[in-house]
């Protein structure tokens, strides 16, 4: 029994970096693009998986800058459109 716990692990984390890698954004891959990301993964047991880790998956940065970019985006054009007080406007100040 002992002896199937490595190949058990190898097939866990290949199976888990194919679905991470297709889950993922080919905008927000690293180094290469996802097609060749899931082929390195499956043609290489331990070693792809782990570069996917390592060298594909994006950072933690890249992830957060994906998402929330298009909440800033959504949050500065409602900004644009608000309308702004009297004080706000530098051309009703000129004519004080």
Avoid at 27 to 50: S, T
Avoid at 61 to 78: A, F, K, L, N, P
């Amino acid at each position: 029994m002992l002896r199937y716990v490595p190949a058990l692990l190898s097939l866990a984390l290949t199976v888990y970096c194919v679905i991470d890698a297709f889950q993922t954004p080919e905008v927000d891959m690293r180094n290469l693009p996802k097609i060749a990301w899931i082929i390195v993964v499956l043609l290489f047991p331990v070693i792809g998986p782990v570069s996917w880790l390592l060298f594909g998956r994006p950072t933690r940065h890249s992830i957060r800058s994906s998402g929330q970019r298009q909440v800033e985006e959504r949050r500065r054009d409602q900004d644009r459109r608000r309308p702004r007080g009297p004080d706000d406007d530098p051309d009703f100040l000129k004519d004080l």
